[in-house]
């Protein structure tokens, strides 16, 4: 019989359980045994994030942590099968300590540490993305050098010296690259030439004119020069890669990118601690795309109704910004919602800041909208970016119409507060409140874009838009875009549904026009849990109610902001922050 991952989490408890002495310690020896545990536990958790932290530098320079912003992953097959065996020593020394000996705090820690490093040995071993997707290399080199441009968290001198040096490590992730993937799927191959495409522009555009924006010009000349050289070897090798990706990699074999019923359950469970069936998840969706279309069919009606729902949905949706007005628009929309969670209490906001509104990078133009904020650790540069993605030159007059309906002005004001005000930005600035710095790494996406896509439908419940039956519709497409998503991960990669047709379902779940859908679909192929958006926001309001109840129920007088505050402020997995809300 082959062990799925809630029989191996369960005959783990039952050893646990049974392992020690059927004689009762007496106290004192339970107390010792209880501080051995929690110091066992608190020097693996250090000694974890250290290695964590060497082993990804460039995630390590996005959390805030810099003592390894000169290099770059090492993604050869050394390092790969290296990063492997040590995961596994990791999580040997984990399950030794007994649960039952830590404190609830400690207990909840364990718990999301443990998920996390079976998370990256089932990426390791069994997703494989070092091997089939190509995409994971150029984004390596894009989120190094961004990493480093974006926030200016040393002097410019010191970045571009972790930079060049950065830019050197350029041919060892080609290196890897061609040495690793053996095939991958023609479309991931595609999108890897894109983005490859737009990683050597980005060298050759944005990063020399952030660098002169924040004082190159009073660098040392031989550093520049170092710099200039670092990057024009650097672009050399990224075209090289991109010509190996079109005339080598795009003849082999066309991968398989689906993940199938049991890594696909098991990625859930790990990455997003969602542990529900497969099937019954499905079931839970389609019933909610019943009743989301019921709704917009009703909100629909109250706009024209002598229109279908569709056909309101697309007026809606063709009203938006023109393409030079899009950035101004999304900033008026953040002000906006700023003021309104200040009038009405909705969470205690961390700081007076906003951030910056500016175009989507162009090596990370895959999505419509995104949020870059300081990583928990980063003590200095604070600033924030709100990215969105303009139209590309080189689509069609269609294609760009059709990616502007995404925009539609009460669909941009249901995202300024989703990446904004109060999701994203909100939330991931109370990272700094997180008590314990696993939670501040390992946060799962199903709390943080559940969180903010929450928030889209909270704050209309709560008065935004004045009842204008047009911002409740917006909100309600953007959230049958998720359902959408949650379909479109399930059909592919556990039903085998076809792109295509997935695609086309897409199209009626979520209003949405053929090409956005068609792309939104396509990143279904390598993001296959992005369910995690609407999966989140349906168990926050659950808890929500389950909170609202507990506190009735004491003679407490539940309140927004307090139970918004709490939330944010636990930096739990939802499961997890159930149990500590209603303290089960």
């Not at 991968?255 to 990455?271: I, P, S, T």
């Not at 026009?513 to 939104?520: G, H, I, Q, S």
Request: proline share 6%; charged share 30%; aromatic share 10%.
């Amino acid at each position: 019989m082959r062990l799925t991952a809630p029989m191996f989490l369960a005959l783990l408890a039952v050893c646990v359980a049974c392992g020690g002495s059927h004689t009762k310690p007496p106290p004192s020896a339970t107390l010792d045994a209880t501080r051995h545990s929690a110091s066992a536990f608190s020097s693996l958790c250090d000694e974890f994030l250290g290695w964590y932290f060497a082993s990804r530098p460039v995630r390590a320079t996005q959390l805030g942590v810099h003592d390894h912003d000169h290099r770059l992953p090492d993604l050869s097959p050394g390092g790969i099968e290296r990063s492997t065996r040590e995961l596994h020593g990791w999580l040997e020394r984990l399950v030794s300590i007994d649960a039952d000996t830590l404190q609830a705090h400690e207990r909840y820690d364990r718990e999301i540490l443990e998920h996390a490093i079976r998370g990256q040995l089932l990426e390791l071993e069994h997703v494989a993305g070092w091997r089939h997707n190509p995409m994971l290399y150029t984004r390596a080199v894009a989120d190094g050098i961004a990493s480093l441009i974006d926030r200016e968290f040393a002097p410019l001198e010191q970045r571009l010296e972790s930079l060049v040096t950065r830019l050197h490590g350029v041919q060892d992730v080609v290196r890897a690259a061609r040495k690793n993937l053996d095939g991958a799927p023609q479309l991931w191959v595609e999108l890897a030439l894109r983005n490859t495409r737009g990683t050597i522009g980005f060298l050759g555009r944005e990063v020399p004119q952030g660098l002169r924006a924040q004082g190159l010009a009073q660098v040392d000349p031989q550093l520049v020069r170092r710099w200039k050289r670092a990057r024009n070897d650097a672009v050399d090798q990224l075209d090289a890669f991109a010509v190996w990706l079109r005339d080598d990699l795009a003849w082999r074999e066309n991968r398989e990118f689906r993940l199938g019923r049991d890594v696909f359950q098991r990625k859930l469970l790990y990455d997003e601690h969602i542990d529900v069936d497969i099937d019954e998840l499905n079931e839970f969706n389609e019933a909610a795309i019943r009743e989301y279309q019921a709704w917009v069919e009703k909100e629909a009606a109250r706009v024209d109704p002598n229109r279908t729902a569709r056909e309101v949905m697309a007026s809606i949706a063709a009203d938006y910004p023109p393409p030079d007005e899009l950035i101004e628009t999304a900033r008026r929309f953040v002000d906006e919602a700023r003021e309104f969670v200040l009038r009405r209490r909705i969470v205690t906001l961390p700081s007076d800041e906003l951030p910056i509104v500016r175009p989507t990078p162009r090596y990370a133009r895959s999505g419509f909208a995104s949020m870059s904020t300081p990583g928990p650790f980063e003590r200095r540069a604070t600033e924030a970016y709100y990215n969105i993605t303009t139209v590309d030159p080189a689509w069609s007059d269609e294609q760009q119409a059709q990616h502007l309906t995404y925009f539609n002005r009460p669909g941009l004001l249901g995202i300024s507060v989703h990446e904004v005000m109060p999701g994203h930005f909100v939330q991931l600035l109370f990272r700094q409140q997180i008590p314990t710095d696993v939670r501040k790494v390992f946060l799962p996406a199903s709390f943080i874009e559940g969180w903010a896509h929450y928030t889209e439908q909270m704050m209309v419940d709560e008065g935004l838009g004045d009842g204008d039956p047009r911002v409740r519709l917006g909100q309600l497409r953007r959230a049958l875009q998720r359902h959408a998503r949650w379909y479109a991960g399930l059909a592919m990669h556990v039903y085998d549904v076809p792109l295509e047709e997935a695609a086309r379902r897409f199209e009626e779940i979520a209003y949405f026009a053929p090409f956005p859908a068609l792309r939104e679909t396509q990143r279904g192929t390598y993001d296959p849990t992005y369910l995690y958006y609407a999966h989140g926001r349906m168990e926050i309001f659950k808890l929500r109610d389950e909170y609202r109840r507990h506190k009735e129920s004491r003679g407490e007088t539940f309140e927004l902001a307090e139970f918004h505050d709490r939330l944010l402020r636990l930096g739990l997995p939802l499961p997890l922050a159930r149990r500590a809300l209603l303290r089960q």
